[in-house]
């Protein structure tokens, strides 16, 4: 897994530098999200990791205008969380296996379920709730975004 982790890194902090400085939010983690999974499909990363317990690894990246905390998470057993309510921006992209996720929109007052299967992630803004599901020998990637600049248009 520190291989794998090792080359999101690396492929992270690339693209970090190529966006620019004025994006934030949702739209940063809708345009990681699409970068990550095409080089994830076109690359094909050294997905190997230990089959032996649950795991986590943790990488940050800041700047002025943004924090960004990556976890790659392992879960050798199906693993359930309810009610969970997103504090920060959150990208799930699912590299192997399964994820089910159902977001409770807080401005509709709908639920949506999403089936996050290989190579497929979401975005969830902050202040929604949601439940999720990972199946067994399921490999995710969580991106959380936290807006440190709150005026864009005083970036230079």
Same mark, same amino acid.
């Given at each position: ?6 080359q ?7 693209e &970090? ?7 934030n939010g949702?739209?940063?983690l809708?345009?990681?999200k699409y ?6 499909n ?7 990791y230990?089959?032996?317990?649950n795991? *986590?690894?943790?990488l940050?990246?800041?700047n002025?205008n943004y924090? *960004? ?8 057993t199906?693993?359930?969380s309810?009610?969970?309510?997103i504090?920060?921006?959150?990208l799930?992209?699912?590299?192997s296996e ?6 409770e929109?807080?401005?509709?007052k ?10 497929m992630g979401i975005?969830?803004?902050?202040? %929604?709730?949601?439940?999720v599901?990972?199946?067994? %020998?399921?490999?995710? &990637? ?5 807006d440190k600049s709150?005026?864009?248009e005083?970036?230079k």
């Amino acid at each position: 897994m520190k291989n794998l982790l090792n080359q999101i890194n690396a492929l992270i902090n690339h693209e &970090l530098t190529l966006i620019n400085q004025k994006i934030n939010g949702v739209v940063l983690l809708e345009i990681l999200k699409y970068k990550i999974i095409d080089s994830l499909n076109i690359n094909n990363f050294e997905i190997n990791y230990e089959k032996k317990s649950n795991s *986590i690894s943790e990488l940050v990246y800041e700047n002025d205008n943004y924090k *960004i905390t990556a976890e790659l998470k392992f879960y050798l057993t199906a693993v359930t969380s309810l009610n969970s309510e997103i504090t920060k921006n959150t990208l799930l992209i699912c590299i192997s296996e399964i994820a089910n996720i159902t977001i409770e929109d807080s401005n509709l007052k709908k639920n949506f379920y999403f089936k996050l299967i290989n190579r497929m992630g979401i975005v969830i803004s902050k202040g %929604n709730k949601y439940a999720v599901n990972y199946g067994k %020998n399921s490999l995710i &990637l969580e991106l959380t975004l936290e807006d440190k600049s709150v005026n864009i248009e005083k970036i230079k």
